[in-house]
């Protein structure tokens, strides 16, 4: 019986750290600091591991009347644990494919800008398109 007081003061501890994971997460998802969701991405995936690990060993000691309770209550943890580590992944995928939006959209713009301060771009010419017209005769109707 010491061994399952041992495993689930392990798991508890275990599921403090995943909360207080969760919650810095949620914290830091507008920012723009990728190598932050990056750190919180291995941090989650970690201790899930190993509170994954602490779960299979106390499940084997757990009694049958338990279990369902227990069971519950992992799977509470793990849908929480899985839900942000989905939410901090693409994040880090939305940041790694438009690094700049996030930064300058949220920066206010000058007011003192003018054209001219900005840097140039480079302008793309598209195809122009040829519209037929309509004089107004039915049978003349243009066809698409």
Do not use: H
């Amino acid at each position: 019986m010491n061994r399952v007081r041992a495993l689930k003061e392990k798991r508890a501890v275990r599921r403090q750290m995943n909360t207080r994971l969760i919650n810095e997460a949620k914290a830091v998802m507008e920012s723009a600091d990728s190598a932050k969701i990056s750190s919180l991405i291995e941090r989650l995936q970690g201790n899930n591991a190993d509170l994954d690990k602490v779960n299979a060993e106390l499940e084997e000691l757990i009694p049958e009347d338990e279990f369902t309770t227990e069971f519950e209550a992992v799977l509470t943890y793990q849908d929480a644990a899985l839900e942000m580590l989905g939410q901090l992944k693409a994040r880090e995928w939305q940041l790694r494919q438009n690094p700049c939006s996030t930064t300058t959209q949220s920066l206010p713009a000058r007011p003192s800008q003018t054209p001219e301060d900005r840097t140039p771009r480079k302008a793309i010419k598209l195809p122009t398109l040829q519209l037929q017209t309509f004089d107004g005769q039915l049978c003349r109707w243009p066809s698409f």
